[in-house]
């Protein structure tokens, strides 16, 4: 299947729904660039809710190729198709959660 918006990230559940709920609103915000331990001339850029670790958010290249990932999310249609959402909890709290993402993503 083709790549949407949350293969290449690393996010708290938290910020999957709240990105979902807003449209992914605040997508590309980072509040700072740190590098990558063990992984020479590699930099993480992260928001408060989730960072890019192998995409640099300044960058308009990357940023057209997450816009269209996110607009192919919004095409996804469980509806005549099973889809399969698969999320890999960040902490065992995260599972408590599990709920409010279920209802966001209907």
Known sequence: AATLPFDWLRTRLE???QLL???FEGFFDVSDSVP???VDGKVAHRGSVHSFWHDDPSDPT???TYR???ARLGTVDAWDQPVLFVRAAGWRDELLRAGELLAVLR
């Open 15 to 17: 910020g999957v729904v």
């Open 68 to 70: 269209r990932r996110i």
């Open 62 to 64: 990357m940023r057209e």
């Open 21 to 23: 709920r807003n449209d």
């Open 36 to 38: 990558i331990p063990g």
